[in-house]
């Protein structure tokens, strides 16, 4: 192994200058007086079906404005996350949810003007003059606009979310800032960013686990007022406005957006529970031996069962995966090849940084970033290997239509955990002693039960939490309480203790573009185990029907995607039955290999 990588990214190749870039200074306003034409030209069109040409220039210059609003979104989070105390920054997260609003009000106009459309008129135009990988997406907006309220409302809406609705998003940031932990360590004390705090509560040694989880939970405790504050104005917003809109049902929307229905939600979450709680409570109890503890702590849930564990470093992390990726799919390897050289990835443990990790894609670049801190866990590796996941995605859809390149969440998380599975899979085959094949599996099971249990017991609480807030607001001793009987539920009493603050650390409750920021996961993880024993059936030639699969995922709904390329109904029991059966399958082996 010869390579080395840089552990920071390289934003500069972007826009030069970091968040005082003149460069994307001039990018931004640009775009902004682009979304400007292109709202005033809608606003003065006046009433009337318009005719097909306009359609078209309409639907050119929304493509172009969108895609420039995601590059220009895309590096203002990567500045964002990669130095909290960046005050500019935040200023350009600002003018960037001003300038959204703005298209926002544009994109309402464009569908409210679909909608009035003649159905005669429309299938004439779709058929002659809009590209068929478009054709699924604007029938979907023209048929949204007639749900929604009249253009004029919801560009208020839009207007007034800036500095309410988004602005309580952001303020989770400005509460993450405000936490300091101090942690002694070789006889130093120094103060912990919580992405640094964060990685200790999966440390190997059980007495840093117990101190630091006693300092999360209280350094969270301190905020909570703070952030059920957040949290129930976030909530407040979204259930009025979907009132207005006539909507009784606040998964409505998150629903809608993963282009997924009721049916088949109920049938996932019916086969977790049916098929895929007892086999990981076996495993949990099991763990919890092997950890000395009748029963594992929330924080004892991702540690590692070894006493003592040897880091990875950054540069071999690397070559594990680009060699999983390569017993798959040349393009795949190819794409994690470019992001380590490249320096897409942002990976330095410093203080500072925003805590979780993720991976934004830059449209008209036609590259991606990734943010983590690395500290050379086998869950950072996961980590890295879930968000070249990605990347590879992004790639797969780069050269599509902008409208079609934005596909839903549940489907982006399928990418994703493919390809922590893909290493996985090649890391348990080569493993040679008991004590490695253990900790890999453990590694797998993990991710079961974040995926079956952890992201369930968000669901649960927040379906809860949105029933209660419609008749008022919250305090945090109310959050705590429902926090802990979700996951109670969840884990079916699999733990001894729980993670009360859970609702006030976890950012997916605080972001503003995707309401329930949970189900999606289990989705995606679930869908992928299904991809993987195909890949695993067809061998080579499954590569490029999966390809094929990552294009379409952003021009249909995933019943429809999940029929066309897999010949499966993910409205019906059978699929998740058999995708739970086998995501929970290592539980028996992990088993028999504690007992051989």
Known sequence: MNETYSLKWNLDSLFPGGSSSTEYSAFVDETDAMAASLLADLREAGDGAPEGAKLSEWTEKLQLSQARLREADAFVS????????????????????TLSAKLKQAGDLYDAKLGEVSDEAWERWTREEVPAELQYLLSERRNGAKEKLPPALEAVASELAVDGYHGWGEHYNTVVGRI??????????????????????????????????????????????????????????????????????????????????????????????????????KYLSLKAKLLGKEKLSWHDIDAPIATSQAKIPYAEAAEVIKDAFSQFSPNMVDLARTAFEDHWIEAEDRPGKRPGGFCTHFPLSKASRIFMTYSGTPGNVSTLAHELGHAYHDAMVKEMPPLAQDYAMNVAETASTFAEALVSDALLRRAKSKEEKLALLDERLQRAVAFCMNIRARFLFETRFYAARTSGMLDAERLNELMVVAQKEAYDGALGEWHPHFWAAKLHFYLTEVPFYNFPYTFGYLFSTGLVAVAEREGASFSERYDNLLRDTGTMTVEELAKRHLGVALDEPAFWRDAVARAVADAETFAQLIES
């Open 78 to 97: 990567c500045t964002a996350s990669q130095d909290m105390s960046d005050k500019k920054a935040v200023a350009w997260s600002e003018r960037v949810q």
């Open 180 to 281: 300091s932990i101090p942690w002694e360590e070789n006889g130093e004390t120094k103060n912990l960013s919580v992405s640094q705090a964060a990685n200790k509560l999966d440390d190997p040694n059980p007495d840093v686990r117990s101190a630091m989880s006693a300092k999360w939970e209280a350094a969270w405790a301190e905020q909570a007022d703070l952030a059920s504050d957040s949290l129930n104005r976030l909530a407040g917003f979204r259930l009025k406005l979907y009132g207005m809109r006539g909507w009784d049902d606040p998964l409505r929307d998150p629903l809608r957006m993963n282009r997924m229905s009721q049916a088949t939600l109920d049938a996932m979450w019916g086969a977790v529970v049916d098929i895929g709680i007892e086999p990981l409570k």
